[in-house]
Structures are given as structure tokens and as C-alpha cells.
């Protein structure tokens, strides 16, 4: 008898410079707007090395793990869904007021939380705001 056929998965391939280099500018780029410190992005990137967060500020960019982009890529569609509300009140403001959609959470509580879960939840709350 043949053994059962078993999935191949392909090794995860790392991201290139090139590849990562304008998630990460975004990403500093919304920090600035966001007017987040270091120590918040470096929660929010799900604990990076805080050297690496200043080399990217530095424009420095690195080796990125799937994981730290996804978190990016994250960030990138929470700007664009929470746009329209944001404006509001300025995004800086607005991205630390509580809010009665996130149950009295501000949206920087959720996103420092560290866990990627809350960075799709917020994403997720808003998303339809954006359509």
C-alpha cells in the first residue's frame, strides 16, 4: 500500500529589503501621525528590538519577518478604514480616545495590547466605514 500523500509546504522565505522597504516607511510614517513613542510602536510591533525601530525611523531598513509585516500591513489598513473618523478629531487624538465601538477602548489600548488578535479586531470594527 502507498502511505497517504502528505502536504508540502514550502519554507516560509524571508522578506527582502526591497520587499519590506515601503511597509516600513508607512509604518513610521503613521507613528508620526499617530504621534506614538518608541516604546508604543515597539509594543505594537509585537516587542521588536527597540534598536531595530530606531534603525527603521533611521531609514534603515532590515530583514522582516512575516509576522512584523503582517503587523504592518495591519496598521497600514487600520489608517485607511479609520481615516473618515479620525479626522474628526485629528488622528492622534482620535487614535487615543475611547471609543464605544472597541467596548470603551481606546484604539492605542488594543493596538499596545501586543497581540496581533487586537490589531485585526480594530482593523475589522472599522472596515466597513471604509467601503
Known sequence: MF?????????ERSVSQAEAGPLV?????LARVWEL?????????????PES??????????????????RMA???????ATRTEAARLGA???I?????????????????SGRIADLIR???AYAPLAA
Do not use: K, Y
Not at 37 to 49: F, N, P, S
Not at 53 to 70: C, K, M, P, Q, Y
Not at 96 to 111: D, F, I, K, N, T
Open 74 to 80: 495591519l496598521l497600514r489598513d487600520i489608517h485607511v
Open 37 to 49: 513613542r518608541d516604546a508604543q510602536m515597539v509594543a505594537i510591533l509585537g516587542g521588536m528590538q
Open 53 to 70: 525601530w530606531r534603525r527603521w525611523r533611521a531609514g534603515r531598513v532590515e530583514i522582516v519577518d512575516r509576522e512584523r509585516l503582517r
Open 25 to 29: 516607511r508607512t509604518t513610521v510614517l
Open 122 to 124: 480594530l482593523r475589522d
Open 3 to 11: 502511505a497517504a500523500a502528505q502536504p508540502i509546504e514550502a519554507p
Open 92 to 94: 492622534a487624538d482620535w
Open 96 to 112: 487615543r480616545a475611547r471609543q464605544p465601538r472597541l467596548g470603551r477602548r481606546s484604539p492605542l489600548e488594543m493596538m499596545a
